[in-house]
């Protein structure tokens, strides 16, 4: 099955400043990333995903971009601000199996 | 559009006892359903695929006989943590996608916590 694995699992970063966290998968026949945010307490909110055929996808101050060769996928916050806060959850999916990395708390200091 | 309800969202209640969460997509209908835990600080634990109209497909190390799933319509799913102990407790979040390849939807999940 799916292995997805995550890091780092904890991120704090100056507001302003620019998040990266990154996630690795097994399976080759995974064609679908999403990314999740999770405030405590709170249901995961899709915020990006991208799909095998692209590389690169940006949406205003978040980006995520993917290496299908190295079976890799990174997302990238840029102009942190404190909102920002939460954990992130990567996840790797075929048809409708989703499996998730074990997630990044991330906290932006004001 | 795609929203998932689930209840109740908080549940305390006393060992033995046997909880129902129910999850609902309200604008959608959803084949497959599927069933998370969540430990705290921890990643979403996938228990079971809930299938419309058949039996659940359980992953490993989950215990069908204690947590029963019903998806009986295409907007509904339960869960029922029978006879639940103190180690059930945990946070329970539903999710559903309208097809494959596309986003999972979740619930806003179950606080359970049993004395």
């Known amino acids: 099955g799916e292995n997805v694995e995550q890091h780092p699992s904890t991120l704090s970063v100056q507001e302003g400043d620019s998040a990266v966290i990154k996630c690795t998968y097994s399976?080759?026949?995974?064609?679908?990333f999403p990314w999740y945010k999770q405030e405590l307490g709170k249901r995961p909110q899709l915020i990006i995903d991208i799909r095998s055929n692209v590389g690169e996808k940006k949406d205003q101050r978040i980006a995520v971009t993917l290496n299908k060769t190295a079976k890799h996928f990174s997302l990238h916050i840029t102009e942190t601000q404190p909102e920002d806060s939460a954990v992130y959850f990567c996840a790797a999916s075929f048809g409708n199996q989703f499996y998730f990395g074990t997630g990044t708390s991330l906290t932006v200091i004001p | 559009g795609a929203v998932v309800s689930q209840h109740p969202s908080w549940v305390i209640c006393k060992s033995g006892t046997s909880v129902k969460i129910e999850c609902r997509s309200l604008?959608?209908?959803?084949?497959?359903m599927f069933w998370y835990r969540q430990f705290p600080k921890q990643s979403l634990m996938l228990m079971a695929t809930?299938?419309?109209?058949?039996?659940?497909?359980?992953e490993q190390g989950v215990e069908k006989d204690k947590f029963l799933i019903n998806h009986a319509s295409l907007t509904l799913s339960t869960l029922t943590v029978t006879s639940a102990h103190p180690e059930d407790s945990s946070f329970y979040i539903c999710?559903?996608?309208?097809?494959?390849?596309?986003?999972?939807?979740f619930g806003d999940g179950t606080r359970l916590s049993i004395l």
């Open positions: 399976d080759s026949a995974s064609n679908y």
């Open positions: 809930s299938n419309e109209g058949s039996k659940a497909t359980y």
């Open positions: 604008d959608f209908q959803a084949t497959t």
């Open positions: 999710s559903a996608d309208t097809d494959s390849n596309q986003p999972q939807h």
